[in-house]
């Protein structure tokens, strides 16, 4: 199944998490802000939001620094 995830057609498994997406691209899902075809996607759901087909992805991460 592909997605497209921020600009980059992917390849996932059918059943595909959020959660699942954000850590096989080792990323922390606590760091990761995801929208999810124009939604802003709440943490919470990030485990539970099965990704489908065409299903676009954006993804962006927070770094501090000082």
């Given at each position: 199944?592909?997605?497209?995830?921020?600009?980059?057609?992917?390849?996932?498994?059918p059943?595909?998490?959020?959660?699942?997406?954000?850590?096989?691209?080792?990323?922390?899902?606590?760091?990761?802000?995801?929208?999810?075809?124009?939604?802003?996607?709440?943490?919470?759901?990030?485990?539970?939001?099965?990704?489908?087909?065409?299903?676009?992805?954006?993804l962006?991460?927070?770094?501090?620094g000082?």
């Amino acid at each position: 199944m592909e997605i497209i995830c921020n600009g980059e057609t992917k390849d996932i498994d059918p059943g595909t998490t959020l959660v699942t997406l954000i850590k096989n691209l080792d990323l922390n899902p606590d760091t990761v802000v995801a929208e999810c075809d124009g939604r802003i996607i709440k943490r919470d759901e990030y485990d539970t939001l099965a990704l489908t087909e065409g299903m676009v992805i954006e993804l962006v991460r927070f770094v501090g620094g000082g």
